[in-house]
């Protein structure tokens, strides 16, 4: 407060006694004080953040995971879509897997450029949040995530339908019609693959349905490789790039079987199982239509 002159009235004394109180001056300095954090405080918030972002991160893995996972079987819904546009143009056939009477330089001797045609999107081929590459050619199939049924493979030397065991068999004697999917809502034909390098005996654009256990009730049960680990990297040591060709539940996969892949059906529709389910031969799936 500001005095007239050298007047000193009881009121500017009471003001300049109080900015020099000393009790007053303390006062402020505590308010300072206190609006700092201690040390503890600080370690307490940071230790709070720690523990949501512990509670909240795998929260919004699995949310990207489910949203990978929904992505897939949307376009696996649009692949067996172009696949009966391919069947409606051609008597009825399937689009061989494999076409082994084709050259290798051939685009046709594998089927991504076979239904590409019907889709015209190259990243339909590929599985959501994997790294693979649409496959044109033979010398590439080993780079696709999802893989279609060896079983419609055409072998002009391979198997023949009648043959009791047809364990192993990359493809048969005889293009197949859709007329021999005669329970088409129970027949697989797509699922999603590991990939890798070539040299690794990955082969991502194709599983084969001859390679796994043998269902000793239903042989049409019998299973493909299949687990949310990449068997070809575990199993490759020892078995050929033809006996391997494995499901990769790549989804949700914890290495205990628990991920899980979309299966995509003959009659175009679209249901997700765990590797654990495939593997117990109790989901009904006929994988060896033939």
């Not at 780079?143 to 192993?168: F, H, K, R, V, W």
Request: net charge positive; proline share 7%; with cysteine.
């Amino acid at each position: 407060m500001s005095c007239p002159g050298d007047i000193l009235t009881l009121a500017c004394w009471k003001d300049y006694a109080s900015l020099n109180d000393p009790t007053r001056k303390t006062g402020l300095l505590s308010v300072m004080k206190r609006s700092a954090f201690t040390l503890i405080e600080l370690l307490v918030v940071i230790a709070i953040i720690a523990i949501l972002a512990a509670i909240l991160f795998p929260v919004f893995s699995q949310a990207k995971e489910s949203a990978k996972k929904i992505t897939a079987v949307s376009q696996a819904r649009q692949l067996a879509a172009s696949l009966m546009m391919y069947a409606g143009d051609n008597d009825d056939y399937f689009a061989p897997s494999t076409n082994y009477g084709a050259a290798t330089s051939s685009p046709e001797r594998i089927w991504p450029p076979i239904v590409y045609p019907y889709v015209k999107n190259e990243k339909l081929f590929i599985a959501p949040g994997s790294d693979g590459i649409y496959a044109k050619l033979w010398s590439e199939r080993n780079n696709m995530t999802i893989g279609y049924s060896g079983a419609t493979a055409y072998d002009p030397a391979g198997c023949l339908e009648s043959q009791p065991d047809t364990t192993g068999c990359e493809g048969f004697q005889n293009v197949v019609n859709f007329a021999a999917a005669e329970e088409s809502a129970r027949i697989a034909l797509f699922a999603t693959t590991p990939n890798g390098p070539m040299a690794d005996k990955y082969r991502g654009y194709v599983f084969s349905p001859y390679n796994g256990p043998l269902n000793v009730t239903d042989k049409r049960m019998s299973l493909p490789l299949v687990s949310d680990r990449d068997l070809v990297k575990e199993l490759g040591g020892s078995l050929s790039p033809a006996m391997l060709k494995p499901i990769y539940a790549r989804y949700h996969r914890t290495g205990k079987d628990d991920g899980v892949t979309p299966v995509i059906f003959a009659d175009g529709h679209t249901k997700t199982y765990s590797a654990k389910a495939i593997n117990s031969m109790g989901t009904n799936i006929i994988w060896r239509f033939r």
